[in-house]
């Protein structure tokens, strides 16, 4: 069964401070993956996107790794900031199919 | 503005009244979802479609029925709802999800069922 598993379920770090959120699935055959922020009470809006020629992309603070060969990725927030405490949802989707596999989401509290 | 809008945002209903929620898009997108999410359990889909008048099951259908008239539109439909119905749902459009498009969710509605 495909599934995507995320680690951990909730962090809470200091302002300023970095943290990585990992990101685990066993889709197969393997086409993308992409990082979404769910701000509370908000819908989710993509970070980024990794496919399967990706090891690493940016987007400002935000930094996405991929390696697909052990089926792993994960999010590293840098010099975070308040407005980072958001759950983050990693969703991947499999070859030849329209259906994405959710992720439950890692729950970020980012204290001042 | 390029945007999902659902309503209502918030409600509270009892159960067995039958009761629709709306979604519109306006970036011409074909392909639409709804999802519900739950405490623990992530964003699961309910129904999906792929262009108007194509409409098929997500993961938890049951309950809920959908139509796809309209490009634009894609309403949400609890014919006789239950309390465990109870959830925050969230509409979504695509370009192309099948060549790595983009998911732009609503606002979300949270339903609450008594």
């Known amino acids: 069964k495909n599934q995507v598993e995320q680690s951990p379920q909730s962090l809470i770090i200091l302002e300023g401070k970095n943290c990585t959120l990992q990101?685990?699935?066993?889709?197969?055959?393997?086409?993308?993956l992409r990082w979404y922020k769910q701000d509370t009470g908000r819908g989710p809006v993509s970070l980024t996107i990794?496919?399967?020629?990706?090891n690493t992309k940016s987007n400002g603070r935000y930094t996405a790794t991929l390696d697909a060969d052990t089926k792993q990725s994960s999010l590293h927030i840098t010099a975070s900031q308040l407005s980072d405490s958001a759950s983050y949802i990693c969703?991947?989707?499999?070859?030849?199919?329209?259906?994405?596999?959710f992720g439950t989401g890692t729950r970020l509290l980012v204290s001042p | 503005e390029a945007q999902v809008t659902q309503n209502p945002r918030y409600l509270i209903t009892v159960t067995g009244k039958k009761l629709t929620v709306t979604c519109s898009q306006n970036?011409?997108?074909?392909?639409m979802s709804w999802y519900r999410q739950d405490p623990g359990l992530g964003l699961r889909q309910i129904y999906y479609?792929?262009?108007?008048?194509?409409?098929d099951k997500g993961d938890v259908p049951e309950g809920y029925k959908v139509s796809r008239k309209e490009k634009r539109n894609f309403p949400l439909i609890l014919e006789s709802p239950s309390p465990n119905q109870t959830s925050l749902y969230f509409c979504?459009?695509?370009?192309?999800?099948?060549?790595?498009?983009?998911?732009?969710f609503g606002e979300g509605s949270r339903l609450t069922v008594l």
């Open positions: 979504a459009s695509s370009l192309n999800p099948g060549q790595a498009g983009e998911l732009f």
């Open positions: 990101c685990n699935y066993t889709v197969s055959p393997f086409s993308n």
């Open positions: 970036m011409n997108h074909e392909y």
């Open positions: 969703v991947v989707k499999e070859t030849g199919f329209q259906k994405l596999v």
């Open positions: 990794m496919t399967f020629s990706e």
């Open positions: 479609s792929m262009n108007v008048e194509v409409t």
